[in-house]
């Protein structure tokens, strides 16, 4: 059985930075993690990755040899994907059956792993309830109730696109004071008093993202600075009750 936990969140949202860190926590914890960067333009990873599309696909071939610009060779290299779904997916059982946890970095554009095949195709090869989407809420974007409402949505809309579950994670919390961290969390009980302030139709639209956040109850949105390590505990802990096998790794 392969556990295995994919970050997606918006550009620079801090999957790579918490991919790395969260790994470093979980194996001094004793835990055995195998990573996955599915970015096939990235130039730098802070990490070792065990399984690296860039082995598989050459960007920058891509776009020397089709003359793309750079959005179009990102979409050309995410539908490649889909070419080697066969291999990655063997990649990862090779590695990650013998590790108690697979964590997978996905590109930036958040678009191209969550709406376009190679996400869904990859996502729907593992079994749901060894299966986790760990979508992140960049911090600099949720700190207003429009920011907040809206990155909610698009948190619902990948788990709608991938149908896996899911947990929210709010990054770079060092940049947020702890006031304003609350606030945020708060929002989570109840959006409404803030939903005030919005306008007509879009004030209506709120109203109704705010019930559905108050939904969501039981989904978690754990704060984590994956620079100060603040949070990680938690997370570490959370991720550990998502998967079946998951008590023991962090004894
Ligand atoms: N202060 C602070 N900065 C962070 C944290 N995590 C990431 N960053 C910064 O945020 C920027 C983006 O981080 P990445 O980890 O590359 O984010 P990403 O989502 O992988 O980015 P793309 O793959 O390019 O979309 C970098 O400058 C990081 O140093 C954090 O916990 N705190
Ligand atoms: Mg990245």
């Not at 071939?61 to 959005?71: A, I, K, S, T």
């Not at 990650?96 to 996905?106: A, I, K, M, N, P």
């Not at 060894?130 to 920011?147: E, H, K, M, R």
Request: charged residues 20%; contains cysteine; negative net charge.
């Amino acid at each position: 059985m392969v556990n295995i936990c994919y970050l997606v969140g918006t550009a620079g949202s801090g999957k790579t930075t918490l991919t790395s860190s969260l790994m470093r926590f979980l194996i001094t914890k004793g835990a055995t993690v195998t990573s996955v960067n599915l970015d096939p333009a990235v130039q730098h990873i802070p990490y070792q990755a065990d399984i690296d599309i860039r082995e598989y696909i050459d960007y920058e071939r891509l776009v020397d040899e089709y003359q793309l610009g750079p959005n179009g060779a990102m979409i050309a290299a995410a539908d490649l994907v889909v070419d080697y779904i066969t291999e990655i997916k063997e990649d990862i059982i090779d590695l990650g059956e013998s590790s108690d946890l697979v964590l997978v970095d996905t590109p930036g554009q958040m678009e191209l792993f969550a709406y376009r095949l190679s996400g869904v195709k990859l996502t729907q090869s593992f079994p749901t309830d060894s299966t986790l989407l760990a979508f992140l809420f960049d911090s600099a974007l949720v700190s207003n109730i429009s920011g907040f409402l809206s990155i909610n949505l698009l948190a619902t809309s990948v788990q709608l696109r991938l149908n896996i579950p899911i947990i929210h994670i709010m990054t770079k919390c060092d940049l947020l004071k702890e006031s304003e961290i609350e606030r945020i969390l708060n929002w989570r009980e109840d959006p409404f008093e803030d939903i005030e302030e919005l306008y007509g139709l879009t004030r209506e639209f709120a109203l109704r993202t705010g019930q559905m956040i108050e939904d969501m109850g039981e989904i978690p949105l754990l704060p984590v600075s994956a620079l100060t390590g603040d949070g990680l505990e938690l997370l570490a802990a959370q991720l550990s009750r998502n998967f079946v096998s998951g008590e023991d790794w962090l004894t």
